[in-house]
């Protein structure tokens, strides 16, 4: 049998967190859990979809504590092993003690694509418990490549044997994927990693550009049951990359039973690219502020489509949501102006 | 103003009337034709999913007369042209005829890829008519390079100002795309279209790679709705190839609206690709072979999943249902050994 040619995570019970509004039950995560092992998928993470630590009046409650959620889908692999997701400021250290505790393997550390060193003692943390370490540069698409090349090196410093790329808007386009993805394998020398969303209908795509470009670490999610408009749909993914001739080291059949049998028939909504998926990936701007800006549109009477481009142009990030109600003001003078 | 790089032709109301059972009422055309002419389409098709003269027994009844349906969506259009769909052997002349009184100013003739002779006297009547004639190569993922070009020089013979390569089965790779179209723009005169199917969740990287190559008119339908995965989503094209640089010609916010308050309101169900839906773009079999598949698996007891993938092996055609049974039965026996 030869090697395969890049490892699978799969994402649903941790991103698709977003899409179920955090209620995973216990009996969801042990029936997807099963059903990627027995496909032969190795590596796959749980936690809220804010990472652990998440479950809060800001980020939504969980209706199952997390940890039971890891327990229990550690308990139904053979062969994979458990991811968790960890944003320095939402979850601390101790969580990351506690998952590992009740069986995570691996620990993915996520920052804003310039912050990645507000991440050195969780690196170093995970390592330290013997997880397969991983740094986690989020809205990638934000920064220039040298930019980008510089934290996933700060990240290699600390430790992490794992950098991902992540297109946490599913702004990209595949030639900033291959740039970005080919810049870092010139550049460091830990293992590349690469996460999509479809909100423009290009993460298959992407992931592909970035397979080309050396990734070896590939994020999807059954069904692309995920935040927004979804991620790269997994199963989709395994034969596409297939076709292409790759090994993936999974077994089609079975991945889609997960799927359609599993997790198709617990998803609260499909996932369709609707306009606010749409108007962010080509905006480029973070999930989170949506609701703001449809608060500010309907206050001052302007497109809520205005105010997301317009933000996204500024580079805004997370943090400076009074931006929005600025934003929304000017929109609302420019208008008085052309009326009169 | 600088010209259109290309024409976006909608097929929400000709693909999508797959995806809606053939129930469009005139109420819902009307309301997509204002919104697609609004926003600057220049062309989109409204028939029975298979074509003019498709409702009946075989096909599926139409709610409504499509000849209702066309004139309808002709009377919202200022400037918008409304194509039909013509698959001979299921329209006929006189169905044409007929279009082009109530309003129809583009025909697309469509034919197997390896059958474009049985439409020479179509493309003569759309050009006698006065219509813009378009000849549409379906399944083209199924014959090589040098077919498609041997059968596009055909239909330009005939008269056709624009051929389409189709990939009815959602199967096509980038790849498959750019050789195809790329051999055409070297082979033909007349412009060169793309229709593609998202069962791959490639339907957009595709559409790219095709305008890349030379195609000046590419497809596709709001919120993606069409046959089995849909098709590449008509707003999100809009979207990503304004990011590209290119001239759309589009008003992308007026789009985006006729597909959220328009078609997203009378959708039946969304577009996702299923398990059906991937196997299909994964083998490459038409998707009229599914029903007959599903009744041979249940009867032989095998895994339809296996039978389309023979099927696609073996390169089965529409008219070939008999050999979904064989295939069938010939697993049923490579089982029945294996458990002996």
Do not use: W
Not at 105 to 132: P, Y
């Amino acid at each position: 049998m030869t090697e395969r040619s890049f490892e699978i995570l799969d994402v649903s019970l941790r991103d698709g967190s977003h899409a179920m509004k955090h209620s995973f039950t216990e009996e969801q995560v042990r029936a997807t859990a099963k059903g990627l092992d027995a496909a032969g998928v190795n590596y796959f993470e749980v936690s809220h979809g804010d990472g652990l630590g998440g479950s809060s009046l800001q980020y939504g409650f969980s209706k199952v504590d997390e940890l039971k959620l890891i327990e229990a889908a550690a308990d139904e692999c053979e062969n994979a092993k458990v991811s968790v997701l960890l944003i320095p400021g939402i979850g601390i250290k101790e969580d990351l003690q506690e998952a590992v505790k009740v069986g995570a393997k691996m620990v993915r550390v996520a920052t804003h694509v310039t912050e990645a060193d507000v991440a050195a003692q969780h690196i170093a943390l995970g390592r330290e418990l013997g997880l397969k370490t991983v740094g986690f540069l989020m809205m990638a698409h934000m920064a220039p490549v040298e930019k980008v090349v510089e934290q996933a090196k700060l990240f290699e410093s600390y430790g992490a044997e794992i950098v991902y790329v992540t297109d946490s808007a599913g702004y990209m386009l595949p030639n900033d994927v291959t740039e970005r993805i080919s810049a870092l394998k010139q550049s460091i020398g830990c293992e590349i990693g690469f996460h999509a969303h479809n909100n423009l209908s290009m993460a298959m795509a992407n992931t592909i550009a970035a397979v080309e470009a050396g990734a070896t670490y590939i994020d999807g999610s059954l069904r692309a049951l995920g935040a927004g408009a979804g991620n790269t749909q997994t199963e989709v993914m395994a034969a596409v990359l297939e076709r292409l001739g790759y090994n993936t080291g999974i077994d089609l059949y079975k991945l889609m039973d997960v799927a359609n049998d599993v997790v198709a028939k617990f998803m609260q909504r499909p996932q369709e690219i609707t306009g606010s998926g749409l108007i962010m990936g080509y905006s480029g701007v973070y999930s989170s502020f949506l609701l703001h800006t449809q608060a500010a549109a309907q206050k001052f009477g302007v497109d809520e489509r205005d105010i997301l481009v317009e933000l996204g142009r500024m580079k805004a990030v997370g943090g400076q949501e009074d931006l929005i109600y600025d934003v929304a003001q000017q929109f609302a003078l420019k208008k008085q102006k052309v009326e009169v």
